[in-house]
């Protein structure tokens, strides 16, 4: 079991929907992130916060808008989206008390944009 | 997005033999980490690396960081069905001056055959 928890664990939506992804963690990590993967692809870098201030925008398009409510949790905010956006969205956390300390993934959300 | 290069792409083996695999970048890292990802899930971590010329076991599974810091190799000894999945090393550390980036690897698919 991940103690990085993902909702919802698959969507479907449409291009003019609006959804949100979900990610919730409860061990104190300050720094999280999302990932975009590809099937049999490896995870690419979208967004990193740290303390919960949005730290890296690897130049992701608008249509996905991020937030950090608080030090527990993150969201993905989903508009407009396009049928090549459909993939396995990733969210991941680690400490910052340690320069480089390992991610730690839930099991994301597939996402499906028809 | 950037990523590491791995090798091999994929590799076909009878149960109880051992593996090898590794990962090579044009940069710098200061941390090599290894994760497998089952279908439908996020990677797990099996080792994390801090130091140059540092060798780690976990179980079957052994890691090396390169001396150089520009590579790392897993090994997997008498393999099992259970370790059939997609391995990814991951680069992290000051690449880039971002220090909260990990950088993937482009995988290497494991299938056992009993």
């Known amino acids: 079991d991940t103690e990085v928890t993902q909702t919802p664990k698959h969507l479907v939506m449409g291009m003019t929907n609006k959804k949100s992804l979900k990610c919730e963690q409860h061990?104190?990590?300050?720094?999280m992130y999302w990932y975009k993967q590809k099937a049999k692809k490896p995870p690419e870098l979208m967004f990193v916060?740290?303390?919960?201030?949005?730290?890296i925008n690897e130049s992701v398009p608008s249509r996905f808008s991020p937030e950090c409510p608080n030090s527990s949790l993150l969201n993905l905010h989903l508009h407009a989206l396009q049928p090549e956006d459909s993939a396995l969205y990733l969210c991941a956390s680690r400490p910052l008390d340690r320069g480089d300390s390992p991610l730690h993934f839930g099991n994301g959300t597939r996402l499906t944009v028809t | 997005g950037q990523q590491l290069n791995q090798s091999p792409q994929s590799m076909f083996i009878q149960e109880g033999e051992d593996v090898s695999m590794n990962c090579t970048s044009s940069?710098?890292?200061?941390?090599w980490l290894w994760y497998k990802q089952d279908p439908g899930e996020g990677p797990v971590l099996l080792i994390a690396?801090?130091?140059?010329?540092e060798l780690t076991s976990n179980g079957r599974l052994t890691a090396q960081f390169g001396i150089t810091r520009k590579d790392s190799f897993l090994n997997i000894s008498a393999s099992i069905p259970s370790d059939v999945g997609i391995y990814f090393c991951?680069?992290?550390?000051?690449?880039?001056?971002?220090?909260?980036?990990?950088?993937f690897g482009t995988g290497t698919l494991l299938a056992v055959q009993p």
């Open positions: 991951a680069g992290g550390g000051n690449y880039g001056g971002a220090t909260n980036k990990l950088i």
């Open positions: 061990m104190g990590h300050r720094a």
């Open positions: 940069s710098i890292f200061n941390t």
């Open positions: 690396l801090y130091k140059a010329g």
């Open positions: 916060y740290s303390y919960e201030k949005l730290s």
